[in-house]
């Protein structure tokens, strides 16, 4: 009896499809919506929702400040991928995001087109994430306690519909990317890049899966994020903690209803 072979899938395909759906929902954004702001959160918005979907659920998706223990913050980023597992201390003020900096695995700023003023820009916000001190702590577990993890690098790119650069990734483009510090660039209608060793170039047809497939690459590379180190946050929010001697615990924890 003959064996039945599954059917096939590519999974290049089914990223072309979606590329296109994306580029004709963004397509749609520049024509039906003109003013400047809406346009640009609607765009976070699709880019929010492709990785939302795209990404394993151990991560966190949104746009979002991130601050410190020593109460520093960063501007407001279009796209923040943080830990949902290991660090579950979130803030939220209306529509404003607070995330620890211990928290961050990447960071994204998502425009309709690519520019050198926008690459410039996008560097720029994503130093002040770069900058933020991280906390790390010791880690118990059953067989003892592994030692403090050194905080891991912070990913970033940019994402984009397009762009007016003839030489999309040529020279104008490398020395924008070079002073920018970003790692991964998705220009849809045009190709995908990564700043990594040695810098890699995809063309139009396979920029999303290709992005998609680095941006897990990266994120499989660095791990887990660190154990952050909660009692910093406490003195960085001026929480007056009293301390009680031994003898007063004692007598208080005698005191307790059994």
Known sequence: MATTRPPAVSLRSLFQGQQRAMIERLEGLRKTIPHAPTKGAVTESRWLDLLRTYLPKRYQVERAFVVDSTGAMSEQLDIVIFDQQYCPFLLKQDEAIYVPAESVYAVFESKQEMTAKELKYAGQKVGSVRRLHRTSVPIPHAGGTFPPKPPGPIISGFL???????DVFGAPFKRAIGASGLDLVCVLKHGRFDAGTPAAVVGERDALLFFFLRLLARLQAGGTVVAMEFPAYEKAAGLKVARLSTA?????RQRRPR
Not at 160 to 166: E, F, K, M, N, S
Not at 248 to 252: F, I, N
């Open 248 to 252: 007063t615990a004692r007598v208080r």
């Open 160 to 166: 984009a519909l397009d762009t007016r650069w003839v």
